[in-house]
């Protein structure tokens, strides 16, 4: 089973630029759909963006479409965030998280069963 592991975050000013990481462990990365999400304090996690096993298609949460970009590289083994024009609303602790079963690119934390142990991302107003 793989194990994710974030990094990447930090602190940022409001316009600012963040590239996150997710180094996933074992062979069978590219067969997992994966998904970053986030959590605010005293909020609920949400959903962030998604991308397919082979890496073709993406979809993301409206709050963050035009701004924060996904990807991976299944070679390597990792997952990418690349988040731009930061705003303090996007402060958060970020997770990725992998989906093991269907095709659909779910919004749904309850879809994914295997999560990181989160990174720390703080945007300065």
């Known amino acids: 089973q793989v194990q994710l592991v974030e990094s990447g975050g930090g602190l940022v000013q409001t316009g600012g630029s963040l590239r996150l990481s997710c180094a996933a462990s074992?062979?069978?990365?590219?067969?997992?759909?994966m998904g970053w999400f986030r959590q605010a304090p005293g909020k609920e996690r949400e959903f962030v963006a998604a991308?397919?096993?082979?890496?073709?298609?993406?979809r993301y949460a409206d709050s963050v479409r035009g701004r924060f970009a996904i990807s991976r590289d299944n070679a390597k083994n990792v997952l990418y965030l690349q988040m731009k024009s930061l705003k303090p609303e996007d402060t958060a602790v970020y997770y990725c998280?992998?989906?093991?079963?269907?095709?659909?690119?779910?919004?749904?934390?309850?879809?994914?069963?295997?999560w990181g142990q989160g990174t720390q991302v703080t945007v300065s107003a």
């Open positions: 074992g062979r069978t990365f590219s067969s997992y759909i």
């Open positions: 998280a992998a989906k093991i079963s269907g095709a659909t690119l779910s919004t749904s934390l309850g879809d994914y069963v295997i």
């Open positions: 991308i397919s096993r082979s890496g073709s298609v993406t």
